[in-house]
C-alpha cells in the first residue's frame, strides 16, 4: 500500500522517518494522552477490523496491520474510535504541507489511472511463476530461514543478494515503463519523479502497478525480511514506494550518498546492457549517528545484475557510482512499517543495527571491565599492604 506522497531519498544528514507517537483511547469517552502507546508485540489471538468500506486518508489495509498493536483496553472500543487514534499515529508521519501534497498526489494518480491503457496487462496482477526464477520461488514456498538462506550471498553485513526475477518479467516491466512514458509525452502530461534525488524514472504505483507491488511486498519481501531484519520492523511492514530509476548518459548519472525513506529496501538491476552503476555501502547509521565516519569493515560495493536483487535495511548508507555507458533501470520498492516507525520514538539505544550504538555500547563495555578491574586491582592490593602491615 503506498501512504500517498512519494517521499523523497533522505540525504545522509538524518531526521525524517520518525514518528511522534499518538495517545491511546481506553475508552470512546476518554481523552488520548502523550503518555499512551502501541504495543511492542502484536495481539496474536486478535483479529482486525476490516476498513475497506472507508474514505481514509491511508490505505484501509494500513489500518488492519495496526491495529493488531492497539492497547489491549482499544481492541473492545467501537472502529470510529480505533480509526481516530491509528490515524492521529499515521498523520504525525506527514506535516501539514505534505498531507496536502499527498491529496493533490492522489488526485494526479487517479487522473493518470483513468487515462492510461496499460500495455502489459499481466504484470499488473502478480504471477509468481511467471514473475520469479523457481529457486526464489521455491525458498518462498518453503518459507523457512534455511530454505531463504540457501539462495542468498551475504557479501556484507546486512547486504543480501538473491537469484529473484525472469528475463521475460524483466523485459515487460522495462516495456510498461517506456510506454507510459511516452504516454506522458504524447498528452505532455507532467510526470512526478519517484523522490527528490532522481531526475528521471517513474513511480510505478502512478500508473496501476499498486496491487501489485502490494502483494510483492507482502507475500515475497516480508517473508524474508521477518527472519533477516526483525529489528527494524521486517516482520511488520505494511506500506510501499514502488517505482524504476533510470540512468545512462541522457539520463541520471550517478546517485550521491543518502540513506532511504524505508525499513527495508529492495534494489532489482532490470537491465539493459551498461557499465558502471555500483552501488557503494558505508554501514549503517540511526538518525544520530548518520553522518559519523565509516569503518574498513563497512565499506562494500556491489555491481548490478539483470534479474538480481539486492535487499538492505533502509538506513544502510549507500549511493550509486557513474554508469559509464549504456543504459540502466532499477527496480525499488522502499518497505515501511508503521508500526516499527512509532515505536522506534521511545527508543535511544539501536546496536542492534546501527554501526556506531554497536561500536559505543561495546565502547562503554569495555570502559566498565576496565573500571572493574581497576577497583580489584586496588582492592587487592590494599588488602596486601594489610597483611604485610600487620605482619
Known amino acids: 500500500m503506498s501512504l500517498g506522497a512519494a517521499s523523497g531519498d533522505l540525504p545522509a544528514t538524518g531526521g525524517g522517518n520518525g514518528a511522534v507517537p499518538g495517545g491511546e483511547l481506553s475508552r470512546p469517552s476518554v481523552a488520548m494522552t502523550s503518555q499512551q502507546r502501541l504495543r511492542p508485540s502484536p495481539n496474536k489471538d486478535h483479529t482486525p477490523d476490516s476498513y ?16 493488531r498493536y492497539l492497547p489491549s483496553t482499544m481492541l473492545g472500543v467501537s472502529r470510529d474510535d480505533k480509526v481516530k487514534f491509528m490515524r492521529g499515529i499515521l ?38 511463476s511467471a514473475f520469479f526464477v523457481p529457486t526464489f520461488l521455491k525458498a518462498i514456498n518453503d518459507n523457512t530461514e534455511e530454505s531463504l538462506r540457501n539462495i542468498m550471498s551475504e557479501p556484507s553485513p546486512g547486504v543480501f543478494t538473491f537469484e529473484m526475477f525472469q528475463p521475460q518479467f524483466c523485459e515487460l516491466l522495462l516495456s510498461e515503463v517506456k510506454n507510459f512514458e511516452q504516454w506522458v509525452n504524447e498528452v505532455r502530461f507532467r510526470i512526478m519523479r519517484p523522490n527528490t534525488m532522481n531526475k528521471y524514472g517513474a513511480v510505478l504505483d502512478d500508473f496501476g502497478l499498486e496491487t501489485m507491488l502490494d502483494k510483492l511486498m ?32 541522457d539520463r541520471d548519472v550517478d546517485l550521491g550518498f543518502h540513506v532511504d525513506d524505508s525499513e527495508v529496501t529492495l534494489n532489482v538491476c532490470l537491465g ?16 544520530k549517528h548518520v553522518n559519523t565516519g565509516t569503518h574498513s569493515e563497512e565499506i562494500f560495493d556491489y ?6 536483487a539486492v535487499l538492505h535495511r533502509g538506513r544502510h548508507r549507500h549511493g550509486a557510482r557513474a554508469t559509464t555507458s549504456g543504459h540502466r533501470i532499477n527496480l525499488l520498492l522502499w518497505c515501511r512499517s508503521s508500526m516499527f516507525r512509532e515505536m522506534k520514538k ?14 559505543e555500547k561495546k565502547e562503554r563495555q569495555q570502559q566498565s571491565v576496565v573500571a572493574t578491574r581497576s577497583l580489584f586491582n586496588s582492592a587487592l592490593m590494599g588488602d596486601l599492604l594489610r597483611v604485610l602491615w600487620t605482619s
Open 303 to 308: 555491481s548490478h545484475v539483470p534479474g538480481r
Open 272 to 287: 539493459k546492457q551498461f557499465s558502471g552503476g555500483e552501488l557503494f555501502f558505508r554501514g549503517t547509521r540511526c538518525d
Open 346 to 359: 521511545y527508543q535511544k539505544d539501536f546496536s542492534s543495527w546501527c554501526g556506531e550504538c554497536l561500536r
Open 218 to 249: 507482502e507475500q515475497f519481501v516480508r517473508p524474508i525480511s521477518k527472519v533477516f531484519f526483525h529489528e527494524v520492523g521486517g516482520s511488520t511492514l505494511d506500506s510501499h514506494h514502488g517505482f524504476v530509476v533510470e540512468y545512462g548518459n
Open 91 to 128: 498523520l504525525k508521519y506527514l506535516p501539514h504541507g505534505e498531507r496536502n501534497r499527498a491529496q493533490r498526489h492522489r488526485e494526479y494518480r487517479q487522473k493518470i489511472i483513468s487515462n492510461y491503457q496499460p500495455l502489459h496487462r499481466d504484470i499488473y496482477i502478480m504471477h509468481p
Open 52 to 67: 475497506d468500506d472507508l474514505q481514509l486518508d491511508f490505505s484501509p489495509a494500513i489500518f488492519s496491520s495496526l491495529e
